[in-house]
Structures are given as C-alpha cells and as structure tokens.
C-alpha cells in the first residue's frame, strides 16, 4: 500500500473538488443529514474493526480509523449530491442510493482490494449491501426530522 498513498489522498480530495458545484444553500440544507451519517459511519468502523467485518490495510495515522478517507470524501460529499438531487422523492432516493451502494459493493470494493486498501472478511456483499440500505434509511429520515422540527421556515 506504499505506493497507493496517492490512491488515497484522491479519494479525499476529489469528491471535494466538487463541492462548489452543490451550491451554498444545498450544504446549508443537508450539512445536518450528511454530517449525521458520517458520524454514525465513524462509529460503525469503530464497531467493525472490532467484530472484523472488514479490513483495511492503510492506516492514515496510527490509532485513526482507516476508513477516515472513505468517510470524509466520498461518503460525506456524496450523501449532499445524492439529497440534493433526490429528497423530497422517497422513491428515487431509495433507487439511487441502491445503485450507487451497489456499485460501491460490488465494483468499487474490488477496486480497493486490488490496490490492497480494504476488503471484507466476516461480512459478505449482501450484508454489507443490506448496511448500506440501512444506512440510507437512517438518512433521509434524520433529515426530514431535522427539516420538520428544527430547520427554519
């Protein structure tokens, strides 16, 4: 993993490329659900280092989740893109996120263990797949609460 450094530094910063392209009132708007999530996300590495749902060969620094750069990039700027485009619409937030889980599951995972960063061991693509949904559900539904009970008018 030596070599793929870079690998992981561009997982970080590109999806962060992106973000002037959201727009100032999308991450106002989701920066609770998107935030929310990256925190629960945290805590599930946390859980899953422990009980060896998965394996990450890098370690940005020692005692420091390896799949801080996981987190901080794509999970965290995606989930803004995907609310942006499909809250509010119950039903395409749940198909895009499907699709976008499922090619993280079974495409990209290949990617990262290929250049040796993560792979799974006690849980299989289905499960994994079945933690995303969960995941997504969890979500959408903090930010229509928040949206509800918190959130100005």
């Known amino acids: 993993m030596k070599g793929n450094k870079r690998y992981v530094i561009l997982m970080i910063l590109l999806p962060w490329l992106t973000v002037p392209f959201l727009g100032r009132n999308t991450i106002k708007r989701f920066v609770p659900g998107a935030s929310l999530m990256s925190l629960y996300v945290f805590l599930e590495g946390i859980l899953a280092e422990k009980r060896k749902w998965w394996w990450f060969s890098f370690n940005v620094k ?7 750069p996981l987190i901080l990039g794509p999970f965290f700027i995606g989930s803004f893109w ?3 485009y499909t809250f509010g619409n119950l039903r395409l937030y749940i198909l895009v996120n499907l699709l976008v889980d499922s090619f993280f599951t079974y495409i990209g995972l290949g990617v990262l263990k290929k250049i040796g960063y993560a792979s799974l061991i006690k849980l299989s693509k289905s499960q994994l797949s079945l933690l995303f ?3 997504s559900i969890v979500m959408y539904s ?6 509800r009970y918190v959130s100005p008018k």
């Open 133 to 135: 949904l969960v995941k």
């Open 142 to 147: 903090s930010q229509v609460l928040y949206e």
């Open 82 to 84: 995907i609310l942006k």
């Open 62 to 68: 020692p005692n420091v989740l390896a799949e801080l």
